[in-house]
């Protein structure tokens, strides 16, 4: 059996393939938090909340309406998008004009909130999704098996974040919001509908993180208490990323995501801390994170 | 005597009188949670800092004073001054990592430390992982009187909140408290005056963290035990709360929050369940969006319109 550093090739590379799917959800989850930041300046605690809600509606659809994984993969984050609309409507745009921190207290309110009710409905136990036939199964590459599903979550994540990149950064939609969050004043002043925008963007967050928790239940168990611990994480994340840019968040996730899967291999007892000890380290090195600029 | 005085006078008779007509237990659990949530703001309400990871300092507090009470057998005073000296370093190692980055930055990063501090306890040994350090002795107070006798012990709560409460109060009006201030309306105005304003920061996160893990360790003694909720987010959020319900940067308002919640917690734990996550939510919610000044600040305000009205005439 080849081997290195002691470690048999398969599992090193199993392990791998684990720290990308995780380093997947953190990109698609720092996405969504960067994108919400850079248009309204706020930090959006209920990420974590949001992503399970996402999973939550799909195994919920498949329990009560029969809809299966695909059309979930749709309609949840759909679903998500609009609550986010909702949430933004009613009471984010109160807070764009007072300090950043209100934004991020009403949004560890609004956690709570919907983690409070999940938790009181179902428990803090996880519900199980079976993975659509599709993507069961594993591909035998010869010097490993590579489930299926693993596969699926990052090539989806991978695509759902470079079509953002595309579209913030190629198009003229893009063009209008990266005007709105460099000076939203005179971007108005040229006709152009800023609350719209602010609006759009921060249910296109919260879609993104629905759609992570879609892509998440058939990997994980599905529990009202998944979003809070990963949430925590992605926070790391983007410190060490900072949020200036969107190629370095994705950057940064799947990055760590896989030195977090690595450190499994090799020391397991530190794998839930490394993120953590990356991030003071950076703190030390670089404070204003790897691609961000210092304001 | 002063109106002021009196007034603390006051205050001080009825926390004296308390144990006569409430449960001696919960007294100690608001007493507790009212230092914790002062020295929390300290940092929110006085220097503009938002610690999310203000659990990291009350957690490690209790579980150093509960091991070494426990384990190493030491006296009360020296296990809770151990407790506390454990918090106050782990506040100046955190806080001179967060205080590189401000705002919105600073309260993450506090928050992925405090995470880290959490998985250490879940992990670690000495802490009994979820089952939690328990059967803490409480001792005796210099060698003579029993802490064992709840009576005993409220006095010795009270008078460690009432040293710390004075603490805070003298250093909110002394010089280095104005700094504090200034470093909170103006950042950049208080550099350009010279001063070290990293410095400050650092001083008062750990002047913070330290009171916070005296709040934890003296909670560890009323309670026997250390568990992991002690060190969790919801509890660095719980704080938060406590603080802009009462009114944060102002003296009483957090003892008003800090008695609000937990009495409401008390209350509502055996009747509703796991929805009192959800009640919190909500008032965290209300507080943001109509209720910033918090109780403290609403009545101040309230107070200050009526008496403005009548000197106007």
Known sequence: MTEIFGVPIQALMGQLMLGLVSGSFYAMLSLGLAVIFGMLNIINF?????????????????????????????????????????IERSMLQWLYKLDHLYGLLLTFGLALVIEGLFTN???????????PEELSGAFNLGFMFLPKYRAWVIVASLAVCFCTWFVIEKTRLGAYLRAATENPKLTQAFGINVPLMV?????????????????????????????????????????????GSILGSILTGL????????????YPEASATVVFVIMAIVLMIRPAGLFGKER | MSRKALAYAALLAF?????????????????????????????????????????????TAAYVAGHALKEWGLPTELGLLAGTAAAGLLGWAVGSLAIRRTGIYFAMVTLALA??????????????????????????????????????????????????????????????????????????????????????????????????GLAGATKMLVFKFATLTDAHWHLSGEVVLMTILGGMGTVFGPVVGSSVIVTLQN???????????????????????????GIVGEVAALYQRVVGKRARG
């Not at chain 1, 249910?203 to 998944?226: H, T």
């Not at chain 2, 007294?27 to 503009?48: D, E, P, R, S």
């Open chain 1, 46 to 86: 209920a990420h974590g909340a949001l992503y399970m809600m996402g999973a939550f509606l799909a195994w919920m659809g498949l329990e009560y309406f029969a809809l299966g994984y695909w059309q979930a993969l749709l309609l949840a984050p759909l679903a998500v998008g609009l609550f986010g609309i909702v």
């Open chain 1, 121 to 131: 409905g179902y428990g803090v136990s996880g519900q199980p999704y079976s993975i």
């Open chain 1, 199 to 243: 609006m759009l963007t921060y249910g296109f967050g919260a879609a993104l993180a629905g759609f992570a928790g879609v892509l998440a239940a058939p990997a994980i168990q599905v529990s009202p208490l998944m979003g809070s611990n990963l949430i925590i994480v992605v926070f790391a994340v983007v410190v060490i990323g900072g949020m």
């Open chain 1, 255 to 266: 990055g760590l995501g896989v030195i977090e899967g690595l450190t499994k291999v090799f």
């Open chain 2, 15 to 59: 926390g004296l009188a308390a144990p006569l007509f409430i449960y001696p237990v919960l007294v100690m659990k608001i007493l507790c949670f009212a230092l914790f949530a002062c020295a929390f703001n300290l940092l929110l309400g006085y220097t503009g800092l938002l610690s999310f990871g203000h659990a990291a300092f009350f957690g």
């Open chain 2, 115 to 212: 995470q880290m501090v959490y998985f250490i306890f879940l992990q670690a040994s000495f802490t009994g992982g979820e089952d939690g350090l328990q059967g803490v002795p409480r001792g005796t107070l210099l060698g003579f009187v029993d802490l064992s006798d709840d009576l005993n012990l409220y006095y010795f709560v009270l008078a460690i909140f009432v040293f710390a409460f004075w603490l805070i109060y003298r250093t909110i009006h002394s010089p280095f408290g104005q700094i504090l201030k200034a470093i909170r309306e103006n950042e950049p105005r208080a550099i350009s005056l010279g001063y070290d304003v990293a410095k400050y920061k650092l001083l008062a996160f750990v002047l913070s963290a330290t009171l916070a």
């Open chain 2, 267 to 293: 209350e509502l734990a055996d009747k509703v369940g796991s929805l009192v996550t959800v009640i919190m939510g909500c008032i965290f919610v209300i507080c943001v969006l109509a209720f910033r000044r």
